[in-house]
């Protein structure tokens, strides 16, 4: 897929940056159906080449991150070899850099949650919780609410199994599911439906 056939998924005034970042590469861009257990991702091919594939039904601004998200491996493993981590301090050092080049394509509320996760980019989108809320990622429905809503001892269902959220571990929510005994760990922006 052509830079120019990306346009319509993006925000305006991105094409000069792609332009910048893919014009050393040979890069296929793939635009697949939602898929819940990823918004996009990057290899690198048998011929030296590479794929990034983004879901179809982003928003445009959080496809443009997601597509700044994959293209920082591509120039991170170019820059700094294979052998690093792939979400180490190279990739963040370079997604850093980019998101602050990129600024400018990312509405005004927008931004300062763009500086703010650049400070420190994270390999997950979900473990930001100001981008998680501004682009509602989460597949919700109306009688859904985050867990952080929640109160200890409340009851909830995910995924069609009860729970009850016992308290709060740092940053998370432990919760005992009700039919099988185990705890697991819930995140904060987790959309959960609370049982009256």
């Given at each position: 897929m052509s830079i120019q056939s990306l346009e319509k998924y993006l925000p305006q005034n991105t094409l000069s940056h792609l332009r910048n970042w893919?014009?050393?590469?040979?890069?296929?861009?793939?635009?697949?159906?939602?898929?819940?257990?990823?918004?996009?991702?990057?290899?690198?091919?048998?011929?030296?080449?590479?794929?990034?594939t983004i879901n179809s039904t982003l928003a445009p601004q959080l496809f443009f991150f997601v597509l700044t998200h994959e293209l920082a491996h591509l120039i991170a493993f170019e820059k700094f070899g294979r052998r690093i981590s792939p979400h180490g301090n190279e990739w963040k050092h370079t997604f850093r850099l980019m998101l602050l080049e990129s600024l400018d394509v990312y509405e005004d509320d927008l931004k300062p949650i763009i500086?703010?996760?650049?400070?420190?980019p994270k390999a997950n989108f979900m473990a930001s919780p100001d981008l998680v809320k501004y682009f509602h990622i989460e597949n919700q429905e109306d009688d859904e609410i985050y867990v952080e809503h929640l109160s200890k001892g409340e009851h909830f269902i995910y995924r069609g199994e009860k729970y009850l959220l016992e308290g709060l571990i740092k940053k998370n929510y432990l919760c005992l599911n009700l039919a099988t005994g185990r705890k697991y760990s819930f995140r904060a922006l987790a959309r959960v439906k609370k049982c009256n």
């Amino acid at each position: 897929m052509s830079i120019q056939s990306l346009e319509k998924y993006l925000p305006q005034n991105t094409l000069s940056h792609l332009r910048n970042w893919f014009s050393d590469y040979s890069i296929h861009i793939k635009v697949t159906r939602n898929r819940n257990s990823k918004l996009g991702d990057y290899r690198k091919l048998r011929d030296l080449s590479h794929e990034i594939t983004i879901n179809s039904t982003l928003a445009p601004q959080l496809f443009f991150f997601v597509l700044t998200h994959e293209l920082a491996h591509l120039i991170a493993f170019e820059k700094f070899g294979r052998r690093i981590s792939p979400h180490g301090n190279e990739w963040k050092h370079t997604f850093r850099l980019m998101l602050l080049e990129s600024l400018d394509v990312y509405e005004d509320d927008l931004k300062p949650i763009i500086l703010k996760f650049s400070k420190s980019p994270k390999a997950n989108f979900m473990a930001s919780p100001d981008l998680v809320k501004y682009f509602h990622i989460e597949n919700q429905e109306d009688d859904e609410i985050y867990v952080e809503h929640l109160s200890k001892g409340e009851h909830f269902i995910y995924r069609g199994e009860k729970y009850l959220l016992e308290g709060l571990i740092k940053k998370n929510y432990l919760c005992l599911n009700l039919a099988t005994g185990r705890k697991y760990s819930f995140r904060a922006l987790a959309r959960v439906k609370k049982c009256n």
